[in-house]
């Protein structure tokens, strides 16, 4: 196996409490991932056992307003305090805030020039903050036509421009293949471009947002493509069970391990 597999704790196991959840992912040999953390207990996570990869690395803000890159900067510096006590290596963000069912906060109908450039100033504090604290930010690509209608910056060819503009180390892409089906397309090409720059990488079939298996992408051959670009890291599944119970959770994961070992 090549990469490092993980579960999102947020989208399995629902009948259970989070804690168990989280639990149970480290049980059957997985990593775990996290989303909002400021209703979480850090050394409740800790206690499990389990091993995290990834945490949503900020609470308020945007990259493209003043105010809203101040916040943005000031509520990361809070999340990477709680993912040093976790130990999570790695902080997720996205082109803006995203509010109740992913809304945007900050919705827009077209992303200016201006506005780029002020993407840029920002994500390069972000990279700064993390340089300082020796964690890495990544920015995942959203898709537009179903779940995040109105995002910035959303596309897997918008993250990427950033993150090649940044040009650090702790500014990585998160390249979420479930949005980029969606959006996007051409996943193995997708891959191959992005490779150099990737943080992570996020998986979930089409359509459903399910386990691989249960949609149209062949994921043992996304998945080889990832290891012949060189991609060694971490893989997340951040998927609903097709089957909510806890069997059915379990059977999930057993399917995206099968698929992504090569």
Same mark, same amino acid.
């Given at each position: 196996m090549?990469?490092?597999?993980?579960?999102?704790s947020?989208?399995v196991?629902t009948?259970?409490?989070?804690?168990?959840?989280?639990e149970?992912i480290?049980?059957r040999?997985?990593a775990?991932?996290?989303?909002?953390w400021t209703?979480?207990?850090?050394?409740a996570?800790?206690?499990?056992?389990?091993?995290?990869?990834?945490m949503?690395?900020?609470v308020?803000?945007?990259?493209?307003?003043e105010?809203?890159?101040?916040?943005?900067?000031r509520?990361?510096?809070e999340s990477?305090?709680?993912?040093?006590r976790?130990?999570?290596p790695?902080?997720?963000?996205?082109?803006?805030? +995203? *509010? !109740?069912?992913?809304?945007?906060v900050r %919705?827009?109908?077209?992303?200016? &020039?201006d506005?780029?450039?002020?993407?840029?100033?920002?994500l390069?504090?972000?990279?700064?903050l993390?340089e300082?604290h020796?964690?890495?930010?990544?920015?995942?690509?959203?898709?537009?036509?179903?779940?995040?209608?109105?995002?910035?910056?959303?596309?897997a060819a918008?993250?990427?421009?950033?993150v090649?503009?940044?040009?650090?180390?702790?500014?990585?892409?998160?390249l979420d293949?479930?949005?980029?089906?969606?959006?996007?397309?051409?996943?193995?090409?997708?891959v191959?471009?992005?490779?150099p720059? +990737? *943080? !992570?990488?996020?998986?979930?079939?089409? %359509?459903?947002?399910c386990?691989? &298996?249960?949609?149209?992408v062949r994921w043992?051959f996304?998945?080889?493509?990832?290891?012949d670009?060189?991609?060694?890291?971490?893989v997340?599944?951040e998927?609903?069970a097709?089957?909510p119970?806890?069997?059915?959770s379990d059977?999930a994961?057993?399917?995206?391990r099968e698929?992504?070992?090569?």
């Open positions: 090549t990469f490092t597999l993980a579960i999102c947020e989208m196991y009948e259970l409490p989070h804690l168990e959840r989280v149970r480290h049980e040999g997985f775990a991932e996290i989303w909002d209703a979480k207990d850090a050394d996570l800790v206690a499990t056992g389990a091993r995290f990869t990834s949503t690395g900020y308020t803000g945007d990259l493209v307003t105010d809203g890159a101040d916040d943005l900067l509520t990361a510096e990477i305090g709680f993912a040093r976790i130990s999570c790695s902080l997720n963000i996205h082109g803006t805030g +995203l *509010g !109740e069912g992913g809304i945007p %919705p827009v109908e077209v992303v200016t &020039g506005m780029w450039l002020a993407a840029v100033r920002t390069s504090r972000v990279a700064e993390a300082q020796d964690v890495t930010y990544v920015i995942e690509n959203l898709n537009l036509e179903v779940d995040h209608p109105g995002t910035p910056f959303a596309r918008d993250t990427l421009a950033l090649k503009a940044v040009g650090s180390p702790h500014l990585r892409m998160n293949l479930y949005h980029a089906q969606i959006g996007e397309g051409n996943l193995v090409e997708l191959r471009r992005a490779a720059y +990737l *943080g !992570e990488v996020q998986v979930a079939d089409v %359509p459903g947002r386990e691989p &298996g249960t949609g149209e043992p996304v998945a080889q493509a990832l290891a670009a060189g991609y060694d890291g971490v997340a599944m998927a609903w097709s089957d119970s806890v069997d059915g059977r994961l057993e399917a995206f698929a992504f070992t090569v």
